[in-house]
């Protein structure tokens, strides 16, 4: 079952520039987008941030720009 949360999720790194932030280039569309989903019942945000992370993944690419 759904909790009651949406994550958005922006990637980023810091460096000695600033912060490069990710976004992503779906692979079965032709659209850019963060990360984003809905969290599962007893998940906190972090954990629903963290596993739609992880299933995002599959079908995106990684841009350097």
Request: net charge negative; hydrophobic share 35%.
């Amino acid at each position: 079952m759904r909790a009651p949360c949406q994550v958005l999720v922006f990637p980023y790194y810091i460096n000695d520039k600033g912060i490069e932030y990710a976004i992503f280039h779906r692979n079965d569309e032709d659209w850019w987008q963060a990360i984003s989903g809905g969290g599962e019942d007893g998940e906190t945000i972090m954990e629903s941030a963290k596993e739609k992370h992880g299933k995002k993944e599959e079908f995106l690419r990684i841009y350097h720009m």
